[in-house]
């Protein structure tokens, strides 16, 4: 079977036209281990590719926050919480926040400071809750696997003025942010990571340069029931963690398991 020209297939199609072509190929890889015929490796990939990415979008969410992004004739952009949220609301994600966005944000807010490298890895539309932040980092790098949803965190880093902020294309299967950063975000990745490879969510914290990372687990599932997740996740992470990561402290705010952890 030819892997370049499922990857082709896919990649022309409009759902994942955006996503990087490492993952799409990847994807194509891994569907061919398990089936022979091309329409269900074909089927399987655009499976795994739902559950990785699609399934987080609402429709059209990249172009409407981009629209609403050129159209603000707000004064404040990079402080303006409710349109923060609107833009929030875009996600499936963030949008499982917007009841406790304000404890969240003060929760992570105590281990951001206005000197600090930030990297949000898989970030999402999480960079568009800048103005949720206590202190604005002196860098944000944030990292995503869909060029659509690059551009859009791009514009929207352009639009309120900094410098030093970046968004850019990066598979956290097969790669670590270049950087190093005082603070590492990766909200909601991990298992998503361990979906598309067995073992790298591990692999990837103790490889990665942070002096603190932040990292959660959804502990409901997208279709609103609880499935032990919280117990799940919790020993996933405390017997799996390498010696020279330790655990700063653990907390639950609404359906999400944060830990805050050491290097
Ligand atoms: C559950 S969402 C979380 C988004 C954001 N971190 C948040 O919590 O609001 C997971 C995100 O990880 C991204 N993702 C999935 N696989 C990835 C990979 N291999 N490398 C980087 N990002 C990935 C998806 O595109 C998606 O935006």
């Known amino acids: 079977m030819d892997i370049n020209e499922l990857v082709a297939e896919i990649a022309n199609s409009r759902k994942y036209a955006s996503v990087s072509r490492e993952v799409i190929e990847r994807a194509c890889v891994e569907a061919s281990k398990k089936y022979k015929k091309k329409k269900e490796v074909l089927s ?38 409710s349109f923060s949220k609107e ?6 994600s963030t949008k499982e926040r917007l009841d406790s966005v304000d404890e969240m944000y003060n929760f992570i807010s ?76 990766a909200f909601k990745l991990l298992p998503l990571l ?14 990665t340069s942070f002096e603190k990372a932040i990292v959660s687990f959804p502990i409901k599932s997208m279709s609103g029931r609880n499935k032990g997740m919280e117990s799940f996740y ?15 402290e653990r907390k639950v705010i609404n359906n999400e398991l944060f830990y805050v952890l050491k290097k």
């Open 44 to 81: 399987e990939s655009k499976k795994q590719l739902h559950i990785i990415y699609e399934s987080f979008l609402t429709k059209n969410c990249q172009s409407v926050a981009r629209k609403k992004i050129e159209e603000y004739s707000g004064e404040d952009m990079a402080n303006d919480k």
């Open 87 to 92: 833009l929030l609301a875009l996600h499936v």
């Open 110 to 185: 105590q281990y951001i400071t206005q000197e600090c490298v930030l990297s949000d890895v898989g970030c999402g539309f999480n960079p568009l809750a800048l103005p949720f932040f206590g202190n604005k980092p002196a860098r944000y790098l944030a990292y995503e696997i869909s060029q659509e949803t690059v551009d859009l965190i791009n514009l929207y880093f352009d639009r309120i003025g900094v410098v030093n902020y970046r968004a850019e294309l990066l598979d956290a299967v097969n790669n670590f942010p270049t950087e190093c950063s005082d603070v590492l975000l």
């Open 194 to 207: 361990q979906q598309q490879k067995k073992g790298r969510a591990i692999e990837f914290l103790a490889n």
């Open 234 to 248: 919790s020993s996933f992470i405390e017997s799996n963690l390498p010696t020279d990561i330790s655990i700063v």
